[in-house]
């Protein structure tokens, strides 16, 4: 049995100030049957896991470095999250490939960098609108999976994001069958990729899930939790998507 898993996404949002969602959210339920995990903006990252530290909400980074330190400016490295709290690392967000080029290889490399520091990766994957258009979102998704799946990868270390380009961010979301047709095909790319952790390995849709719609999305059969960017911003809401994870079947 596959444990849900209900992870926010802040992308760049989030100040100090911002700490007391986090809070509110852990307070409100001290006790959920599904994983609860934030991913807050790099700056945030140690101050939210002692903020949640004693509590079930886990704490995650939205990016890592494929290498775990060295000459370059700017980056995270996954060694560098765990230290500060992290327990999981989201990879390869559509926002990343298309504002930082990173390749299906690239996120593979990240991603095998988070297991060997002991994270969690969260790999995402997704088509674009024209790619839906054009009746393309089964290969290419089963494209991704292929190119960013890493050596190694169990059903403990890894989630994988189903986040269609056109639903971030923008109200509109696949019709149910839509959803159940992308995740029912990566199952069954994963069942014969990885023949032992296949079944085991969490499908996460995301793409404006909001309180009014997790229910219905949260009973499509091999959706086993979600990846919310805005409505996690918020305690209410996020509280209201965790209240409906773990009420689906
Ligand atoms: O990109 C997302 C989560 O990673 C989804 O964002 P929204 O929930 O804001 O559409």
Redesign the pocket.
Known sequence: MRRKLAAG?W?MHGLAADLAEAEALSKAHPAPRCEVLICPPATLLARLADTLSGGTVAVGGQDCHTAAKGAHTGDVSAVMLADAGATHV?VG???RRADHAETDAAIAAKAASAHAAGLTAII?LGETEAQRDAGETLAVVAAQLAGSLPEGATAANTVI?Y?PVW????GRTPTIDQIAEVHTALRTHLRSALPAEGDGIRLLY????KPANAAEIFAVADVDGA?????SLKAADFGAIIAALDAAP
């Open positions: 996404n992308k989201i967000h559509s926002e995402c994001a986040e639903a971030i961010g923008t995301g793409g404006s899930v990846l919310v960017g805005g409505a």
